[in-house]
């Protein structure tokens, strides 16, 4: 079997802000293969943002290893590694430099990297601008003359320009409106099929990455506490922060309703604050036993399916998932 | 909305202001004349060494419609031909401040660590030093010319320009272009000269605008105090100084020159104020 | 029940350089006594604005407001500025999006909070003060008030700030709160919180709310009735129930048709077209472009028409009976 894409073992990244000590991410380990989708969720603070810098070069890991196509990344990236992985950013106001046009911010990647000739440059921007929804009399106009959807679609476009193996996708719809998003969404699905793209698709969002990943790693304050197959996770959360996120999901009907998992939003819990020892949500959590304070969980489950959670929550009951199926059925008919 | 339109609204807005519209008025009759100096002053020959002792101390008339100094020249030819010395010393001195300060304040806020402590701590030495003891102090090594008197006050100025793009290449430096072009592979170099320079553009004229009447102003009073271009050659500066002997008599001589700084100064300020709104809507 | 706020007509135009820019086109919404009321659209859909011209916060140059907001009797576009500032902050006062920027980082939380309590509570000494205080925040599920009272504002969680927020806009027992996109700055799981505590509170408090969010799902959960906006205009509203399980405005359908749902791992369905200009006049149904209902007749005038609770403005309303 050829090697993933792309696999991070083991990397922690510590900052060191005046005499203080922050482990943004700690013993992170992830892989994505060709062509398929890995969401990373978490809220602030769950250190995916570093993690994306890691793996885009920006920062370099304190430890661990970061290795693409089989080949490990140390030090100054070369320009061939570089144009193997594209970047979208989540604000589309700042991702494009107000000052240049839409055909330059394109053009940037040709440009560093020194592909084509004037001419082709210029085909090629115009193809990528069809490629994304746009039309080649964009190029001149600036990122002021667009709107949010349209200057991600420039992002994306950009983003392919070196016809990448792997695009990081970090927070890409969240600053837009949700028809937006939907036309946005669209695009990455049709766009990773013709070119059979990698995406690592960093968000908050749950109920995009149900529709959107085939597989999900949960993080919380800088450490992978749940990963799995979106099926596996989605219907039957482990570790309780998942829960928590997939109970918080604003979900608009009845049948959606029927596959949140339930939280005791009542329940007392300290709320502020982060230990320094052992799971870093049992401030937040109601179901926190003794052992939770002692001691980080190691991963348990098995294949697509692993959690660090001492008291996970019980595997959802063969009557929820039928109840949840007649729901559908019923919502079809 | 199309980026022709965007410019056109700048523009409207610019002429809303009826202050910079007045400042652009005087700034280019200022520049008409010092470009075509030769033609428009009424005695062009003035501006040399020429003795008229006949019509010495001759107050405006219509002969001489801001009067004559004290050998006789014409003092609104002497004025143009001012205009000419002081545009042109405005010009260089900011010209070499901004290349430097540019470059010096872009390095130290892109390029950060230790780079940045250096080059900034160098930058606040020279921001301590008042201008004007500053300038006079570089002027006291060398005896008195246009040219040192240009290369002192670039000397005095370029901190202020470095001040300016350090602060706004901070507040952009990790905006999501920059970290595109970064990830992308751009140089330093390119992300500094491609990317965050024609941001600091806008910023950079509005300032140069603005600093153009204060370094006019700085030149005159360098010549006032002697140290900038020597007679003959007609100096705003120089002549407000010289006048200063005669007054209250012969107060011609100083306030008609002064007048012509004044205008300068004030067209350069006006318009900087109509900068600031043009760029603003300028996408 | 009786109607605390009624908003009748509005209609908003701002006069820019390239011409009038229309902005609300005729809003009417009323807001009746314990009831939450939400205001559903996307951005330019004129939502914020609108909350802004009842609050009376829009700015006076350039501005053309008409139509009449009635709050409890006195309508506040015609009232007198300063008899505005007095009620809003008292009867009527406000939560906004992002609490860090709404609270200030100099002043320690208890100072803001005391500014706060003695506009509407002047009577209370520093003892009473410090106990009405004290309540409140644990009202909003603060199990140490004391100690958040002591902090800064960047020294607490969003979350925190949050609730720090809603305590200081519900201390006076306010009639109406208007909540701009309350907890949209937050992480989710933090925001769902947070809305279950307003939601409680406005219940126990007997305050109404007009709640102001982009996002469906959230109405979903806490308003008692829903309008949707699209450029400028109401065009449908129901009550949460009936909107979701009914809705009938093409853009309503299409904007639920484009979240994407737990219960299925198809992509959402976009919208096509986009927002229209709001410099552009619009003759009829602004919708119309983007619908695939459309005819030649939504370009006439389209009222609200009453089903029942439900107001839709909207003329192909038979195709879905």
Request: hydrophobic share 45%; proline share 6%; net charge neutral.
């Amino acid at each position: 079997m050829s090697p993933p894409l792309l696999k991070v073992t083991k990397a922690n990244k510590v900052f060191h802000v005046g005499s203080a000590t922050v482990h943004a991410v700690t013993d992170i380990s992830l892989t994505v293969n060709k062509g398929e989708t890995v969401a990373v969720v978490g809220e602030s603070g769950s250190g995916k943002t570093t993690l994306a810098n890691l793996i885009l070069g920006i920062e370099i890991p304190t430890s661990g290893e970061v290795e693409l196509a089989g080949e490990q990344l140390k030090g100054r990236r070369s320009k061939t590694v570089r144009r193997k992985i594209g970047l979208v950013q989540q604000n589309p106001y700042s991702t494009l430099n107000p000052r240049k046009s839409i055909g330059q911010a394109i053009g940037l990647p040709l440009d560093v990297h020194g592909i084509g000739s004037r001419a082709e440059r210029r085909r090629r921007i115009g193809e990528l601008l069809e490629k994304v929804g746009l039309n080649a009399g964009h190029r001149d106009r600036r990122p002021l003359a667009l709107s949010g959807g349209q200057r991600q679609r420039v992002a994306i476009a950009r983003a392919l320009t070196t016809n990448p193996d792997l695009l990081v996708l970090d927070e890409p719809t969240s600053s837009l409106d949700v028809s937006v998003q939907a036309h946005i969404l669209r695009l990455l699905r049709d766009l990773q099929q013709e070119f059979d793209l990698a995406y690592l698709f960093i968000t908050h969002d749950l109920g995009v990455v149900r529709v959107i990943a085939s597989r999900v790693v949960v993080m919380y304050r800088g450490r992978v506490v749940e990963e799995g197959s979106v099926a596996a996770i989605f219907r039957s959360p482990r570790h309780r922060y998942t829960q928590l996120l997939l109970a918080s999901i604003p979900t608009v009907s009845e049948e959606d309703d029927a596959f949140k998992p339930d939280w005791p939003w009542d329940a007392d819990v300290k709320g502020d604050g982060d230990p320094a020892e052992g799971c870093p949500f049992r401030s937040r959590c109601p179901f926190a036993v003794e052992r939770c304070g002692q001691e980080f969980p190691d991963m348990r489950g098995s294949g697509d399916h692993r959690y660090a959670c001492f008291n996970p929550r019980p595997e959802t009951s063969e009557a929820i998932v039928n109840l949840q199926a007649e729901k559908l059925e019923r919502k079809k008919a | 909305m199309s980026q022709s339109s965007a410019r056109w609204r700048g523009w409207r807005r610019f002429a809303r202001n009826k202050l910079s519209v007045l400042g652009a008025v005087l700034i280019a009759i200022v520049f008409f004349c010092a470009i075509f100096a030769p033609y428009v002053a009424p005695y062009p020959e003035h501006a040399g060494v020429v003795v008229n002792f006949l019509d010495a101390n001759q107050p405006p008339s219509a002969k001489y419609w801001l009067g004559t100094d004290t050998v006789g020249r014409d003092v609104l030819s002497r004025i143009i031909f001012g205009f000419r010395n002081s545009l042109m010393l405005g010009a260089v001195v900011i010209a070499i401040s901004i290349t430097i300060g540019t470059a010096i304040g872009m390095a130290a806020a892109y390029l950060g660590g230790k780079t940045e402590l250096v080059l900034m701590r160098i930058t606040d030495i020279f921001l301590a030093i008042p201008s004007l003891v500053l300038a006079m102090a570089i002027l006291g090594l060398a005896k008195p010319s246009q040219l040192y008197a240009m290369i002192a006050m670039a000397t005095v100025w370029w901190p202020w320009h470095a001040r300016l793009v350090y602060g706004i290449v901070r507040s952009l430096k990790y905006e999501g272009f920059v970290v595109a072009a970064e990830v992308v592979g751009a140089s330093p170099l390119r992300v500094m000269f491609s990317e965050l320079l024609p941001n600091c553009a806008p910023n950079l004229f509005t300032k140069a605008s603005l600093d153009m009447g204060f370094v006019i102003l700085l030149g005159a009073s360098l010549s006032f105090l002697g140290m900038g271009a020597p007679p003959p050659t007609p100096d705003l500066g120089t002549m407000v100084s010289e006048g200063a002997q005669y007054l209250p008599d012969i107060w011609w001589l100083s306030v008609m020159a002064g007048m012509g700084i004044f205008i300068v100064v004030l067209g350069f300020n006006l318009v900087a104020d109509g900068l600031r709104d043009l760029f603003d809507i300028v996408g | 029940m009786k109607e605390i706020l009624t908003v009748k007509d509005l209609d908003l135009t701002f006069d820019t350089l390239d011409g009038p820019v229309n902005v609300l086109r005729g809003v009417s919404l009323s807001v009746r006594e314990h009831e939450r009321v939400a205001l559903v659209g996307e951005s330019g859909s004129g939502k914020s604005v609108t909350a802004r011209a009842i609050l009376g916060l829009l700015p006076e140059r350039n501005r053309r407001l008409n139509g009449s907001v009635v709050f409890e009797g006195s309508d506040l576009v015609t009232e007198r500025p300063s008899r505005l500032r007095e009620r809003r902050g008292r009867d009527m006062t406000m939560i906004f999006q992002d609490p860090m920027a709404a609270l200030n980082p100099v002043y320690t939380i208890r100072n803001q909070f005391l500014a706060v309590l003695s506009r509407s509570h002047p009577e209370l000494n520093a003892k009473q003060a410090e106990a009405r205080m004290s309540d409140a925040l644990r009202d909003v599920s603060i199990i140490d008030p004391t100690r958040v009272l002591d902090s800064y504002s960047f020294q607490l969680s969003g979350g925190l700030n949050q609730r720090v927020m809603i305590a200081m806009g519900l201390i006076s027992r306010p009639r109406l709160l208007i909540a701009d996109e309350p907890g949209t700055a937050l992480d989710v799981t933090v925001q769902q919180q947070t809305l279950l505590i307003m939601k409680r509170l406005s219940e126990s408090y007997g305050t109404s709310i007009l709640f102001i969010s982009h996002n469906l799902g959230v109405v979903r959960q806490f308003a008692d009735r829903v309008c949707v906006m699209y450029s400028g205009r109401i065009v449908e509203e129901a009550t949460t129930a009936e909107l979701f399980a009914n809705p009938r405005h093409p853009y309503t359908r299409a904007l639920l048709a484009s979240v994407p749902r737990l219960s299925s791992d198809e992509l959402p369905e976009p919208i096509e077209g986009s927002v229209p200009d709001p410099r552009e006049p619009i003759k009829g149904c602004p919708f119309k472009p983007r619908c695939a209902l459309a005819t030649d007749d939504c370009l006439q005038p389209i009222p609200l028409r009453e089903f029942g609770t439900q107001r839709v403005a909207c003329i192909h309303q038979e195709e879905f009976a």
